[in-house]
């Protein structure tokens, strides 16, 4: 899972980086302080990758809760949006017939069918959390200002809802560290 959100997270980079123009024809996207990192170094190896596709810098703005707003256009954030779907959904289609991957249109709800010998996977806090961080950035590209995802693990055979996933916090911020490291 980790590795599937590394491959989707350089192809956003790189799609993202088409767009050109001035700040009033784009569209912001902001991406949380988690995605950014912490320290100075952190902030500045983010920002130093948010080029287009001439190798200039994007227009960012550093935000005083420790967020970067990147400024791009809306066919390039749409882009980035259908890539990381289509990158998600062709991940997915190879899970076999025990386990089975679903959204809604905004990503913010995902669902996951398992056989009954797949249940346990999820109790690994790693597995969900790449695919929350998925939900979250799809929905960072749509422009939403407060994202959340919610996972629920049901059991494949009759659907019925096993547990909502809790995905532990430190998991959370550990994936996204590693996020600002690309």
């Known amino acids: 899972m980790r590795k599937l959100l590394a491959v989707i997270m350089v192809m956003l980079v790189v799609v993202l980086a088409f767009g050109c123009g001035s700040k009033s024809d784009k569209q912001s996207v902001t991406f949380p302080k988690m995605y950014v990192g912490e320290t100075n170094e952190e902030v500045e190896y983010f920002t130093s990758g948010l080029l287009d596709s001439e190798g200039n810098q994007l227009e960012f703005e550093k935000n ?60 690994d806090d790693t597995a969900s959390a790449s695919l929350y961080h998925v939900g979250m950035l799809y929905q960072i590209f749509s422009g939403e200002k407060d994202p959340t995802v919610e996972i629920n693990l049901y059991k494949m055979s009759d659907k019925t809802l096993i547990k909502k996933i809790e995905i532990d916090p430190a998991v959370i911020e550990d994936m996204a560290k590693d996020f600002s490291q690309w």
């Open 64 to 123: 005083s809760d420790g967020s970067v707003t990147v400024y791009e256009k809306k066919e390039a954030l749409d882009e980035a949006k259908a890539e990381l779907k289509k990158s998600f959904d062709e991940g997915m289609s190879d899970l076999g017939e025990f386990m089975k991957i679903e959204t809604n249109d905004d990503m913010s709800e995902i669902s996951i069918f398992a056989d009954e010998m797949m249940v346990d996977f999820f109790d």
